[in-house]
């Protein structure tokens, strides 16, 4: 069984992503589940989980719609206003939304997270039984340790592994060892081709979270840049806590 926990929907024709630079222009249209479905079938993906792309509640309510309709969609982490009224979002949404998260390494400030509103805001998403997936680089680690920490109630993902960097690897390195240590946190080996050595980071994540916390991602459409959807699943080997098991857990899946 594989199930895929980060992968991606979008219409630039229809909303902006500022992060879709001139380097990234081949993303620059329309991904939807029609162009998806065909590789999981090929590839016996049973399921997926649709991760937001940009800072919207109107995306958040697009992907869950698209979940409904959509049976190898899973699950959604959409995007909410943390530093806003969390509970009163979070009861506007419902449907498959099974986690949250926020583009946290585009933010100016590495210690935002840490922010008393945003923490609060956590704490709400961790009330209402909700992972929260962390993207972040290694600037944001620091901050993405301590509140883990903090909360250790709450799921954490670390998505793309901490994006780990060609420079600086002992940054990063000690930062993911650091999440590693502490039992809340799991690991997406994801997005790993857009990234520095792939084979390196996924020998690494699993020797310090273990098999049991490291799930597969493909980081589809994003992976096309670098590679293919295959290259995505073999690049993790066949333990099944790390293709399907660790994701069904963390985000409490349902799979058929």
Not at 26 to 37: A, N
Not at 71 to 76: D, K, R, T, W
Not at 166 to 172: E, I, L, S
Not at 177 to 199: H, I, M, Q, Y
Request: contains cysteine; proline residues 5%.
């Amino acid at each position: 069984m594989i199930v895929d926990s980060h992968q991606h929907f979008w219409d630039p024709a229809r909303a902006d992503y500022p992060w879709m630079t001139d380097e990234l222009a081949p993303l620059r249209r329309r991904f939807g589940p029609e162009d998806l479905e065909p590789l999981l079938r090929e590839h016996g993906v049973v399921g997926t989980i649709v991760v937001q792309a940009r800072h919207s509640l109107d995306e958040t309510r697009t992907l869950l719609a698209i979940a409904a309709a959509t049976p190898f969609v899973l699950g959604v982490v959409g995007w909410i206003d943390l530093a806003g009224d969390v509970e009163g979002q979070l009861g506007d949404l419902g449907g498959t939304l099974v986690g949250v998260r926020h583009q946290v390494h585009d933010e100016p400030d590495p210690a935002w997270l840490l922010r008393a509103d945003v923490q609060r805001g956590l704490a709400t998403v961790g009330e209402g039984g909700l992972v929260f997936d962390l993207l972040v680089r290694p600037r944001e680690l620091p901050a993405a340790v301590e509140t883990a920490r903090r909360h250790p109630g709450i799921r954490f993902v670390l998505d793309h592994a901490g994006k780990a960097p060609h420079t600086d690897r002992d940054a990063w390195a000690d930062g993911v060892r650091a999440l590693a240590e502490l039992s809340n946190v799991t690991c997406k080996l994801s997005g790993l081709f857009t990234e520095a050595d792939p084979e390196g980071t996924v020998e690494c994540a699993q020797r310090w979270f273990g098999s049991d916390r490291c799930m597969f991602g493909s980081d589809w459409p994003v992976c096309l840049m670098a590679s293919e959807y295959d290259d995505a699943i073999a690049i993790v080997g066949d333990d099944a806590d790390v293709l399907a098991g660790t994701a069904i857990r963390t985000y409490g899946l349902e799979v058929s």
